[in-house]
Structure formats: C-alpha cells, structure tokens
C-alpha cells in the first residue's frame, strides 16, 4: 500500500509543480501560487491516501457452490 501511496504522490505532485508554473508564468502573481501549491498538496496527500486503501484493500472472493 505505501508504495502505491508514494507513486500517486509523485505522479500528483509532478502534475501539480507543472500546474503552479504554468500560471505562475502566465496568469497570476508568484505570491498567489505558493498557497495554491500548498493547498492542492494537502488536498493531493488526502486523496491519494484515500486511492491507496481502495486500491490495495483485499476484494472477498465470491464463493460459488455447486450442488
């Protein structure tokens, strides 16, 4: 499960820098993207917890019963 976690961690957080540049570069003031960033790494932490469990979570087998 951790390894999971790490690897939607850093899948995110790479699409998040890339985000934060890009409106640093060309929409808004570099003063307004360090809470953006902030934010969407919190929120991005919280989510791809939340991914992990469900993913790595054991499914029941579906026990078929012949007779």
Known sequence: MLLVF???VL???AVIVMACL???R???APSMVIPIF???SVVLLWVA???AVRL???R????HKTG
Not at 60 to 63: D, E, Q, T, V
């Open 6 to 8: 790490i690897a939607l």
């Open 11 to 13: 899948g995110g957080e």
């Open 22 to 24: 890009a409106l640093e």
């Open 26 to 28: 060309f929409y808004i």
């Open 38 to 40: 902030f934010i969407t």
């Open 49 to 51: 917890w939340r991914l």
């Open 56 to 58: 790595t979570e054991p």
């Open 60 to 63: 029941p087998h579906s026990a």
